[in-house]
């Protein structure tokens, strides 16, 4: 692992934490314990958990372990920061408590160590993904939140199956083409927001892009999703950004 004085953040995202993949929770440990203590924050950009039925399922093991970490992080001086994903949209203020975090809008523009930087998850630049651009509207409502954290567990539980089996279905009929990040849709965000680093994660495709985008020369930092075999976090510091694992520096232009 790299290791520096100057001040440094961490940022991750689609770890998919579930009890099925206990090798994800003991990496996502591992990571709390050994690399980011001195960190001056972290950013946990979505997708943390495979599900979140509701902060009323705090009191799972998997959750208040996790939630426990982030807090002893959080009391040796890291700030902690989390964005929603397209699988836990429902986490909520209880949660942040919780793990001492502080929820994120998306996007939100941050000062990363001197360089204007927007976070996002990523699914909203999906656009030529139209059902599922669709479905993202509908569950980011309000109104339908409520109505969904209104129901039983077991109702919620079975809802979230039905949901996700339609989704894999509707997968097997889309190209990654569709799936991916759509470039009209980047050069619109990087605009409004005046042509900043831009890092999210979503796609599971770790790479740097550079955006030539009317005279700017934008970067694109993709953030990897966690498996049980590899892992993977962005390391910036006022000079510049870095992919990383437990064994060191990555170079996903050679390896993704």
């Given at each position: 692992?790299?290791?520096?004085?100057?001040?440094?953040?961490?940022?991750?995202?689609?770890?998919?934490?579930?009890?099925?993949?206990?090798?994800?929770?003991?990496?996502?440990?591992?990571?709390?314990?050994?690399?980011?203590?001195?960190?001056?924050?972290?950013?946990?950009?979505?997708?943390?958990?495979?599900?979140?039925?509701?902060?009323?399922?705090?009191?799972?093991?998997?959750?208040?372990?996790?939630?426990?970490?982030?807090?002893?992080?959080?009391?040796?001086?890291?700030?902690?920061?989390?964005?929603?994903?397209?699988?836990?949209?429902?986490?909520?203020?209880?949660?942040?408590?919780?793990?001492?975090?502080?929820?994120?809008?998306?996007?939100?523009?941050?000062?990363?160590?001197?360089?204007?930087?927007?976070?996002?998850?990523?699914?909203?630049?999906?656009?030529?993904?139209?059902?599922?651009?669709?479905?993202?509207?509908?569950?980011?409502?309000?109104?339908?939140?409520?109505?969904?954290?209104?129901?039983?567990?077991?109702?919620?539980?079975?809802?979230?199956?039905?949901?996700?089996?339609?989704?894999?279905?509707?997968?097997?009929?889309?190209?990654?083409?569709?799936?991916?990040?759509?470039?009209?849709?980047?050069?619109?965000?990087?605009?409004?927001?005046?042509?900043?680093?831009?890092?999210?994660?979503?796609?599971?495709r770790p790479m740097l892009h550079q955006t030539a985008l009317d005279g700017h020369l934008c970067e694109r930092w993709v953030l990897p999703d966690w498996r049980p075999d590899r892992t993977g976090w962005l390391r910036c510091t006022a000079q510049s950004c870095q992919y990383e694992d437990f064994a060191g520096p990555i170079d996903f232009a050679r390896t993704a």
């Amino acid at each position: 692992m790299t290791s520096s004085s100057q001040p440094f953040s961490l940022l991750i995202s689609d770890l998919h934490l579930s009890r099925t993949e206990p090798a994800l929770v003991e990496h996502l440990y591992r990571f709390l314990d050994q690399v980011a203590p001195g960190a001056h924050a972290l950013y946990v950009l979505g997708d943390l958990f495979e599900v979140w039925l509701g902060d009323d399922t705090l009191a799972d093991p998997l959750h208040t372990g996790v939630c426990n970490a982030f807090a002893r992080l959080a009391d040796s001086g890291t700030r902690l920061y989390f964005m929603h994903g397209n699988r836990d949209f429902l986490i909520g203020q209880s949660f942040a408590a919780s793990c001492a975090m502080t929820l994120l809008d998306d996007p939100t523009l941050v000062d990363l160590h001197g360089t204007s930087t927007l976070l996002m998850h990523g699914d909203s630049l999906c656009t030529d993904d139209t059902g599922y651009m669709a479905f993202r509207q509908q569950v980011r409502n309000p109104l339908w939140q409520q109505h969904f954290l209104s129901r039983s567990l077991a109702e919620r539980i079975a809802m979230a199956k039905d949901a996700r089996a339609q989704s894999q279905a509707a997968q097997r009929d889309k190209t990654d083409e569709i799936m991916d990040i759509n470039a009209d849709a980047v050069a619109t965000v990087l605009r409004s927001q005046g042509y900043p680093r831009l890092i999210h994660g979503h796609t599971h495709r770790p790479m740097l892009h550079q955006t030539a985008l009317d005279g700017h020369l934008c970067e694109r930092w993709v953030l990897p999703d966690w498996r049980p075999d590899r892992t993977g976090w962005l390391r910036c510091t006022a000079q510049s950004c870095q992919y990383e694992d437990f064994a060191g520096p990555i170079d996903f232009a050679r390896t993704a």
